[in-house]
């Protein structure tokens, strides 16, 4: 009997290690492809994006004395670390944890913003912004508008950690992009990367309009760059063409980013064609000129994005490039995304947008 015992023992062992390694591999849909390029010269040190947007913080912090960092859990780093010391280096009063109450949080924010603090508020979790949407969207985003120009909340900032990471399910993977989108006075910025990171980071938090910074929790810790240890911004409402090409135009954000430039490289070895892939970068707004332009020379335009298909972001870039760019187009203008489900657990893999899927409606556009 004892031997029996052990024996199911070492074969559920086994069957456990398994099932693991598998959710190991699939929680990892994409090739992180690290940035090259400095946004400024000078010294440059290793840091992950958890890293980077800690360093932004930081240099806030101490060149800003107005500036505070709240949230849940922050005062200890918050559930990320993203804030991991900056309670220690700049006190209670300034890196401070709040009530789980979403529509606190973003309240206070505007509050400290109107009264000329920078505000930088931290969600948990973007799946958890909702109860703060009518903060966001009837008051921060219309605050300038309503005074004439008397008063506005631009100094807020709200970072929230957004996107699939291999094992979150429906109340810890979603994209909310596209429903901030929707709301003029708002910024919606989503980075690729730890230099992306700190440098938009820091042009939310001086922007003068309050900004929804939605940051792919799954790039925290995937890579390292060498991230310019000094001062810097990039500007908001600008792509960036991380690669060049004439096939056909591909675009994201976040970490789809990384899956596109995956398929414009198996596109070049196994199909011999080059492509132009996208960073978008800001959301709302958008750089329409940078895209159409692209689009223009390519005569192809795919898109791709974690959010589910109907009225994702998707869905206005392929109206515009439809709008701007009809004549010039070779086939129609392609999205690929996350499924009109609420997102899955177990069925994370299937749903998706990984390489082989967009890779897949790449070929097709190729071959209209």
Not at 275 to 300: A, F, H
Not at 309 to 326: I, K, M, R, S, W
């Amino acid at each position: 009997m004892a031997s029996l015992l052990t024996q199911k023992s070492l074969v559920i062992g086994k069957l456990t290690k398994y099932v693991n390694d598998c959710a190991k591999r699939l929680s990892s849909h994409f090739i992180y492809y690290p940035d090259n390029e400095k946004p400024i010269s000078g010294e440059t040190t290793k840091m992950n994006m958890m890293q980077a947007i800690n360093n932004a913080m930081d240099i806030t912090l101490r060149d800003d004395p107005t500036a505070v960092l709240f949230g849940e859990d922050v005062g200890f780093g918050g559930v990320f670390r993203c804030a991991l010391g900056l309670q220690d280096k700049y006190g209670k009063d300034r890196v401070f944890n709040t009530p789980l109450c979403e529509q606190g949080i973003a309240g206070f924010g505007i509050g400290l913003a109107t009264a000329g603090a920078t505000a930088i508020a931290e969600i948990q979790f973007a799946d958890y912004i909702f109860p703060a949407f009518d903060q966001l969207v009837n008051e921060a985003a219309k605050a300038r508008y309503r005074s004439g120009g008397q008063f506005d909340c631009g100094a807020l900032t709200v970072r929230a950690p957004c996107g699939a990471v291999g094992h979150g399910g429906l109340y810890h993977s979603q994209s909310p992009e596209a429903y901030f989108a929707h709301t003029p006075g708002l910024r919606v910025v989503v980075p690729r990367g730890p230099i992306a990171a700190k440098g938009l980071l820091l042009a939310c938090i001086r922007e003068r309009d309050p900004c929804i910074f939605l940051e792919p929790k799954i790039l925290y810790r995937s890579a390292t760059e060498e991230v310019p240890v000094d001062d810097y911004t990039l500007p908001l409402g600008k792509a960036q063409v991380l690669r060049e090409g004439t096939s056909a135009t591909l675009v994201s954000w976040g970490t789809q980013v990384h899956v596109l430039l995956e398929v414009a490289q198996l596109a070049e070895d196994q199909l011999g064609v080059t492509v132009d892939v996208i960073d978008l970068q800001s959301i709302l707004p958008w750089d329409e000129e940078t895209v159409c332009n692209s689009v223009k020379k390519t005569g192809r335009c795919l898109i791709s994005h974690e959010a589910p298909l109907t009225c994702g972001f998707g869905a206005e870039l392929a109206a515009t490039v439809q709008e701007e760019c009809f004549l010039h187009l070779e086939a129609p203008v392609c999205r690929v995304s996350g499924w009109d489900t609420p997102f899955p657990h177990v069925f994370e893999p299937f749903y998706l947008p990984d390489r082989w899927r967009c890779y897949e409606q790449l070929v097709k556009l190729l071959n209209y």
